[in-house]
């Protein structure tokens, strides 16, 4: 516990907005983890996944429980984004913000037996024939997956408008649809792409990070250093309902400070390849 003052004092629900595997659902599980094993919250905890409609069924699921501290919401950029498209009549001010609490560094992935071998090839392919290939992302059109597929196309000098995309409702089934040879190309968290890349089965052929990844991705290029100027991660923020009193917001915000500061959280951020 964290002193006196507020604390959750019934099942806390974690509500992310993507079904089991991805970034968002790990996310989720780590944070559930650290809060109980660092014994920042007493009472019991659970993760609710609600996927689909690009994240807006969480989204409106959480703001149904207006003033109520005991439901946290994993939010990403589509809280903006659906909004701003009009996909969405929910916002940002529609929440109370809590914690940023990393960036998602994002990796374009091809099935390993692709003809597709680098970062080179791709560009070559999406500049003369991108309508003959399928890039799929979660969790809709419009979100972070497809504003860097787009900034993709305008770096190497292409028109946006010419992707090929497919929207699933999380990127564990994207990666599926890959696997299969479903789709040609996905966008994706590179943790959810490495444990593919370690097996043979995936390749990446470039990262959006500033710099190259440790790991399994190390020897993925930037595109930067490939020569395409573009550099794009996708936030992952916790949000409260709106209407929770300053007690309760700041007993969460300690909560997660503490979380990010020990030793577990930092292993997860290496392990999925997740910057702060």
Known sequence: MQGQGWAPQKNVEI????????????????LERALIAGKLVTAS????????????????????????PHYLLISTTTLLTSHITGASK????DFT?????FIDNIAFAV??????????????RMRTDPQSMTIGFSPTLGAHHHIISGLFMKAIGASPRDLKPV????????LTALLGNHIELVSTGAGNASIHVASG????????????????????PTW??????????????????????????????????????????????ERNYWSE
């Open 15 to 30: 509500v992310a907005p993507v079904p089991p595997g991805g970034t968002i659902d790990k996310f989720a599980r780590s």
């Open 45 to 68: 905890m659970t993760i609710v996944n609600k996927p689909g409609g690009g994240n807006q069924i969480a989204y409106a699921y959480v703001s149904q429980h207006a003033a109520d």
């Open 90 to 93: 929910l916002t940002y001010t």
């Open 97 to 101: 913000p809590i914690a940023s609490m």
């Open 111 to 124: 099935n390993s037996a692709s003809a597709i071998r680098d970062g080179k090839d791709l560009v070559a």
């Open 167 to 174: 929207a699933f409702k999380g990127s564990a089934q994207a």
């Open 201 to 220: 089965k995936l390749r990446v052929v470039g990262v959006a990070a500033p710099q190259r990844l440790p790991g399994s991705m190390s020897g993925v």
């Open 224 to 269: 930067r250093e490939q020569g395409i100027d573009l550099v794009y991660g996708s936030w992952r923020t916790i949000a409260a309902p709106k209407g929770i009193t300053g007690e309760q917001a700041e007993f969460w915000a300690n909560a997660l400070r503490k979380v990010s500061e020990t030793a577990e959280w930092k292993a997860d951020l």
